[in-house]
Nanobody, 124 residues
Framework: QVQLVESGGGLVQVGGSLRLSCAASGGTFSGHKMGWFRQAPGKERESVVTISWSGGSINYADSVKGRFTISRDNGANTVYLQMNSLKPEDTAVYYC?????????????????WGQGTQVTVST
């Protein structure tokens, strides 16, 4: 059974930084599309950034371009999200997701694997 466990969330002041980690277990890691998503209270879940199974294609939401960076360490079965210059509107629960099938770059959705989420709160 594939499990994704996020960590690294917390409370940070405006302009601060956090690094989220998503550790995968129970299945292969390389060869799968990964992504970070977030959901703020009263809002729909939105994509923050996705990275293709090869790592060659990365797509950031316009709202985080230039501030967030995704990376993956296939040897450690972990994907990271470095978040800099945080803003109050970045406050949300952040989830990582892994595509269910290999070598597939279709959009990540409910049928894929998801972590339990980690809270990020940016205070003014």
């Amino acid at each position: 059974q594939v499990q994704l466990v996020e960590s690294g969330g917390g409370l940070v002041q405006v302009g601060g930084s956090l690094r989220l980690s998503c550790a995968a277990s129970g299945g292969t890691f390389s060869g799968h599309k990964m992504g970070w998503f977030r959901q703020a209270p009263g809002k729909e879940r939105e994509s923050v950034v996705t990275i293709s199974w090869s790592g060659g294609s990365i797509n950031y939401a316009d709202s985080v371009k230039g501030r967030f960076t995704i990376s993956r360490d296939n040897g450690a079965n972990t994907v990271y999200l470095q978040m800099n210059s945080l803003k109050p509107e970045d406050t949300a629960v952040y989830y990582c997701a892994r595509a269910r099938s290999m070598y597939n770059n279709r959009p990540l959705g409910d049928s894929d694997y998801w972590g339990q989420g980690t809270q990020v709160t940016v205070s003014t």
